[in-house]
Structures are given as C-alpha cells and as structure tokens.
C-alpha cells in the first residue's frame, strides 16, 4: 500500500488549506486512515481519523470545530480540510493507513511522505 499526501503549502492565519491523501496498491474496505502532523523538535500527533466506510470519525482537541477529515470510497482518498488555521498548527502532515481497526496512536501500518503546511501569523 503507498500513500500520497498533497495539499499543503504557506497560509495565513485564518486562512484554508485541505490536504488529501491517496492510496495505491492493495486496497482495503475495513481499518482507517489518519492525519498526524510533525512540528520541528516536537513528537510527531494525531491530528484526525477516519474509519474506511467513513462511520467513524477522531478529532485531536485541538483541531475540533476548524478540521474536517473525509473519504472518497470511490478512488481510496481521504481528504482533510483545514480551516481558520493557527500559526500552531505548523508542521508536517503525515497521512497514514492500518488494515483494522481505528485508533489515535501511531500505530498505523503505512505511512505516506508527508506535505508542509505553514500557517504564518
């Protein structure tokens, strides 16, 4: 399974950004996928999860109410929109994929390159 994430770039704050996240190779009806990002000099967080049919959703605290997770069943994408963004939010996006289950930790079996996203203030 490979994973693609795109999306990011520079923004200001307040301003909108949404990553997507695609996926080749094998595929996979069950599991999830999730959004971590990755300040310099911090660890890496969970920022939001999605099951594979979509039914269940996790949100970090701090990006509840402004980021959005999604999925697109039909091509394997999985979509988070970023809006009213802060200069904390910084950092690396990282999309990643487990076969089951769904869970906030980094216990995720693929991982993708990951995107930039910088909010300046």
């Known amino acids: 399974v490979q994973l693609q994430a795109s999306g990011g770039g520079l923004v200001q704050a307040g301003g909108s950004l949404r990553l997507s996240c695609a996926t080749s190779?094998?595929?996979?009806?069950?599991?999830?996928v999730a959004w971590f990002r990755q300040a310099p000099g911090k660890e890496r967080e969970f920022v939001a999860a999605?099951?594979?049919?979509?039914?269940?959703?996790y949100y970090a605290d701090s990006v509840k109410g402004r980021f959005t997770i999604s999925t697109n069943t039909a091509n394997n994408a999985v979509h988070l929109q970023m809006n009213s963004l802060k200069p904390e939010d910084t950092g690396v996006y990282y999309c990643?994929?487990?076969?089951?289950?769904?869970?906030?930790?980094?216990?995720?079996?693929?991982w993708g390159q990951g995107t930039q996203v910088t909010v300046s203030s």
């Open positions: 999605i099951a594979r049919n979509g039914g269940v959703q």
């Open positions: 990643a994929a487990r076969e089951q289950g769904i869970v906030t930790t980094v216990a995720y079996d693929y």
């Open positions: 190779g094998r595929t996979f009806s069950s599991g999830a």
